[in-house]
């Protein structure tokens, strides 16, 4: 079975800094799509950025970009530029292709990330 | 905005009331999701549906009854329900391919079942 681990239950950012979220997975498949995705208080868990295991070029999205290393099976989240209203809990995602597995999204503990003004 | 529309927005029930959750989405999405979620903890698979017929069952207890009408319609029926099934409850819908399209979440059911 796959897992995530996110190694930092909390961390804390000064407004207009940069911060890098961890994500580490385990899994035996060679095709997959990871995702982080974001829930502030407001409860709705929104899509931030999302990578094909088969694109060697890392994913971006304005001021969200990761770093996938599929051979150490690491997919970090980095903020640039971080705003108050990029606190929120934070959810890396894996999604295999296997039969039924496709229709799984596994997500990491999460991480907490406090913006500081 | 959210495009996914979950109600109630919360919901308090005694342990031998009958609810439903509902869920709807317009978005042509034909995989549809319920996941359940306790304070500080990431969300739990609980259902899945495809194409309007239940694909998965994380073996979920019986008194958590999933339905979907139709392609845009998601119901989860609630009876006999124990205060540990007090959570958010979590509907998200996705195209069924590519296996890349990202799940819409809605804004969740607070459930407390006292």
């Known amino acids: 079975a796959q897992t995530v681990t996110q190694s930092q239950p909390e961390m804390s950012v000064q407004e207009a800094e940069t911060v890098t979220l961890s994500c580490t997975y385990d899994?035996?498949?060679?095709?997959?799509?990871l995702f982080w995705y974001k829930q502030p208080p407001s409860r709705q868990m929104i899509l931030v950025i999302r990578?094909?295991?088969?694109?060697?070029q890392n994913a971006t999205e304005n001021r969200f970009s990761v770093n996938f290393q599929k051979a150490a099976k690491s997919f970090s989240l980095k903020i640039s530029d971080s705003q108050l209203g990029d606190a929120a809990m934070y959810f890396c995602?894996?999604?295999?292709?296997?039969?039924?597995?496709?229709?799984?999204?596994?997500f990491g503990k999460g991480t907490k990330l406090t913006v500081n003004p | 905005d959210t495009e996914v529309t979950q109600t109630p927005k919360h919901l308090v029930m005694g342990m031998t009331n009958k609810k439903s959750l509902k869920c709807e989405q317009h978005m042509g999405h034909r995989a549809m999701y319920w996941y359940k979620q306790k304070a500080k903890k990431p969300p739990e698979l609980m259902f899945v549906y495809s194409y309007e017929k239940l694909s998965i069952n994380e073996s979920v207890p019986s008194r958590f009854s999933p339905e979907c009408p139709n392609s845009s319609l998601l119901n989860l029926h609630l009876h006999a329900l124990q205060p540990e099934d007090s959570a958010l409850y979590l509907c998200?819908?996705?195209?069924?391919?590519?296996?890349?399209?990202?799940?819409?979440f809605g804004n969740g059911t607070r459930l407390t079942v006292t």
């Open positions: 899994t035996s498949e060679s095709d997959y799509y």
């Open positions: 998200a819908s996705s195209r069924r391919t590519p296996v890349n399209s990202p799940l819409h």
């Open positions: 995602a894996y999604r295999g292709l296997t039969q039924g597995g496709s229709e799984k999204l596994v």
């Open positions: 990578q094909e295991a088969y694109k060697q």
